[in-house]
């Protein structure tokens, strides 16, 4: 078999790569380890920067995102017994997001690509990469799949970035000392926004999926179980850390899923060797405080769409060459503001009495200076796209 990319891993930066080099007249095949079920079903970002929605409408993939996609104009910071809102309409006049589940993203994706005949292929076994400097070629399930390019898409734990030599790439790591427990529960959002809580307690976040389902994360020790969290444990803590506000009521209802994330950052430099280009959560990562995740992996494939489209069709390879430069700095500023919500708003057993107070006059700051809450929403709604 032959294809002009390989792509590893069906999550939403191979699936949006292969759709917008279909676009371009550009053939892939799409190998993803878990079923097309699987992938459906996980649970994951439901925040959409502006430019992610309009990647997605002006590449046909919109529909139903503009249809049941929930626009939201501001969020809420919850501290010290008050709500602040940071209203993006004044701040960031003409942006927004979208909460709209990754998941929704994905199906809109697979239907999009198996509609225009594309290869998809789920519960594909032992995806191994070879020869990536020159001549590659991909095998699985005793097949051969010969490439002009692969684009390793298939996250943080694939197979992609350990195929590159050792002493090639270099890697940029944090840790956070806490994990986020996250839940789905069927019940209507308590609140309009997103309500983002710092709290002795721990952080709480506040969000949603639908008018009738909400989604809500909890910050947990680094090794906390899910078996630890009983229902009831999650809605008490929940009413703890959210319940702080007058005339506030969290209402309760069946939780429908469970999973605990750890807290990390993480750069790969370069994103690409040889003819191996890595795109999303395979050559990076950030803490989901500040919601970056999916817009960023949406923003690589932009990047790798147009430069794979300079080389099959003008024979170029400058953009290619320059493709991880190109997508790095828009990387670093995600994993700067990411660290910057996730420190402003978690407790760290480390602090001590100075440090938390350095931390609720920083609060203090974003919420009372429209310049600081200006840099917060900036960064919040996204950056424009390259
Ligand atoms: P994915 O989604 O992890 O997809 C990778 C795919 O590759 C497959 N795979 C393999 N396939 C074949 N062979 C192998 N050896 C393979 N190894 C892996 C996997 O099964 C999978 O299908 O990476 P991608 O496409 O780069 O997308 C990145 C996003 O998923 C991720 O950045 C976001 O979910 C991060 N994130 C958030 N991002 C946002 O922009 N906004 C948010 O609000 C947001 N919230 C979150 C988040 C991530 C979270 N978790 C669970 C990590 C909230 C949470 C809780
Ligand atoms: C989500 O709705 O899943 C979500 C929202 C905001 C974040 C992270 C996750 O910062």
Redesign the pocket.
């Known amino acids: 078999m032959r294809t002009q990319v390989g792509i590893?891993?069906?999550?939403?930066?191979?699936l949006l790569l292969s759709h917008l080099l279909h676009l371009r007249g550009i053939s892939s095949v799409v190998?993803?380890?878990?079923s097309r079920d699987y992938?459906e079903r996980?649970v994951?970002?439901?925040?959409?920067e502006q430019g992610t929605v309009d990647t997605l409408v002006e590449a046909g993939v919109g529909g139903r995102l503009l249809r049941e996609g929930l626009p939201h104009h501001g969020i809420e910071l919850r501290y010290g017994g008050a709500g602040h809102r940071i209203p993006f309409e004044k701040l960031v006049p003409g942006r927004a997001i979208t909460v709209y589940g990754?998941q929704e993203v994905v199906k809109d994706l697979i239907a999009a690509r198996l509609e225009a005949g594309g290869d998809v292929r789920f519960e594909?076994e032992d995806?191994a990469i070879h020869s990536p400097e020159d001549r590659p070629y991909l095998t699985f399930g005793g097949e051969r799949l010969d490439c002009d390019v692969i684009a390793g898409?298939?996250?943080?734990?694939?197979?992609s970035r350990p195929s590159v030599p050792p002493g090639v790439l270099r890697t940029y790591e944090r840790d956070y000392p806490f994990a986020?427990l996250?839940i789905l529960a069927r019940v209507a959002p308590s609140s309009e926004e997103l309500i983002y809580a710092r709290n002795e307690r721990g952080f709480a976040l506040h969000s949603m999926r639908t008018p009738e389902i909400s989604r809500f994360?909890l910050q947990v020790p680094p090794d906390a179980d899910v078996a630890e969290w009983p229902d009831e444990r999650i809605w008490a803590e929940l009413k703890a850390r959210l319940e702080t506000v007058p005339g506030f009521a969290l209402t309760t209802g069946e939780i429908i899923e469970k999973?605990v994330?750890p807290m990390r950052g993480f750069v790969t430099e370069p994103m690409q060797y040889g003819r191996l280009y890595l795109?999303?959560?395979?050559a990076h990562?950030?803490p989901?405080t500040g919601?970056?995740?999916?817009?960023?992996?949406v923003a690589d494939v932009r990047v790798l769409t147009e430069a794979l489209a300079a080389f099959f069709h003008d024979g170029s390879t400058g953009l290619l060459d320059g493709y991880s430069e190109a997508c790095l700095k828009r990387v670093w500023r995600a994993q700067h503001f990411s660290w910057w919500m996730t420190t402003l708003l978690h407790t760290f057993d480390s602090d001590d009495d100075y440090g938390r107070r350095l931390q609720l006059s920083h609060l203090d700051y974003v919420t009372s200076s429209e310049v600081a809450a200006t840099t917060l929403a900036e960064n919040y709604v996204g950056l424009p796209f390259p």
Not at 8 to 14: E, L
Not at 31 to 34: D, S
Not at 279 to 282: V, Y
């Open positions: 590893i891993g069906a999550g939403p930066a191979g190998l993803e380890k878990r992938v996980r994951r970002a439901g925040v959409l990754q594909v995806v898409c298939d996250g943080f734990h694939g197979v986020w996250g994360y999973g994330t795109a999303g959560d395979a990562i950030v989901p919601a970056k995740g999916l817009n960023l992996a």
